[in-house]
């Protein structure tokens, strides 16, 4: 069975702010576009976190709601949330076949959260995931490198993801962008 996938999302740190943006499309299979208006970015934790996910969309719900809980668990550690969210999700055999995987950052740090386990932290601030990640990435370095004193990091994650959504057929331009 054809399964629901494909994204971009994409998150910055700069100028001592933190922004991240998602695209609203939804691909059923490798040729129909099912939705345009998805929110694959959303705040958490009293808005203090914000989270977004690129794959399947059932699976990447079950993981928001799995992160929340450890937030709440771990009392809105970031770090110790993720770590203890990749542990359960590599370590059990149902969870680990979840296909997505997430993005989540605070004001002080952004993580890359995946099913194999890792918990990464960028060394530049800037993290990208799904199908048009890699042009959503080189994207933002360049706009963060070459015009950051005059950008901010709402327009890097916002301009990023046109431009990954002017490349990458699994993108569009309905872009959500969450600040803290």
């Not at 959503?136 to 706009?143: N, V």
Request: aromatic share 8%; charged share 20%.
């Amino acid at each position: 069975m054809s399964q629901f996938h494909a994204t971009t999302i994409f998150a910055v740190q700069h100028k001592g702010k933190c922004a991240m943006s998602g695209d609203g499309q939804v691909t059923f299979g490798n040729a129909v576009v099912m939705k345009h208006t998805a929110r694959k970015v959303r705040k958490l934790f009293n808005g203090k976190v914000v989270a977004g996910f690129a794959g399947s969309v059932a699976d990447a719900f079950t993981l928001f709601e799995m992160f929340e809980a450890k937030l709440e668990e771990y009392n809105g550690s970031l770090q110790r949330a993720a770590v203890e969210l990749a542990k359960q999700w590599r370590g059990d055999k149902m969870l680990r076949q979840l296909e997505a995987m997430l993005i989540v950052m605070n004001e002080e740090t952004i993580l890359l959260v995946s099913g194999t386990g890792e918990v990464i932290e960028p060394d530049d601030g800037i993290l990208a995931i799904g199908s048009g990640g890699n042009y959503a990435l080189a994207a933002g370095r360049s706009l963060k490198q070459y015009a950051g004193e005059h950008l901010s990091a709402v327009e890097i994650a916002k301009a990023a993801l046109e431009i990954a959504a002017d490349i990458c057929v699994y993108t569009n331009t309905n872009i959500i962008v969450e600040e803290l």
